[in-house]
């Protein structure tokens, strides 16, 4: 059973910091590209940022670049996102994506819809 699993999320002060982990069971994590997407209320999901299955390269939406970071620990079957400066437009449900791919397709996947499996979210508050 394929199950992906974020944790934490709360509620933070604008300029604050919060990390979100995503774990992963049931997949081969390691040939796995991996997404964090958001959904305000009342908005569409969105991408966020995206990470090869290897790791390294890595894709950012712009209104992220320079605050968040995803990275992976592929002995831990678990992706992470580390965000900064955190400001109240963050506030949304953060869902993690995982995409199994090819030894060769290691590349940065950045359409919801090219994903296989989604965790339930974790909310995430900024207050001003």
């Known amino acids: 059973q394929v199950q992906l699993v974020e944790s934490g999320g709360g509620l933070v002060q604008a300029g604050g910091s919060l990390r979100l982990s995503c774990a992963v069971s049931g997949l081969t994590f390691s040939s796995c590209a991996m997404g964090w997407f958001r959904q305000a209320p009342g908005k569409e999901r969105e991408f966020v940022t995206g990470?090869?299955?290897?790791?390294?390269?890595?894709s950012y939406a712009d209104f992220v670049k320079g605050r968040f970071t995803i990275f992976r620990d592929n002995a831990k079957n678990t992706v992470y996102l580390q965000m900064s400066s955190l400001k109240p437009e963050d506030t949304a449900v953060y869902y993690c994506?995982?995409?199994?791919?090819?030894?060769?397709?290691?590349?940065?996947?950045?359409?919801?819809?090219?994903?296989?499996?989604w965790g339930q979210g974790t909310q995430v508050t900024v207050s001003s």
């Open positions: 990470i090869r299955r290897s790791g390294g390269s890595t």
């Open positions: 994506a995982a995409k199994g791919v090819g030894y060769y397709n290691n590349v940065v996947y950045e359409n919801q819809y090219e994903y296989d499996y």
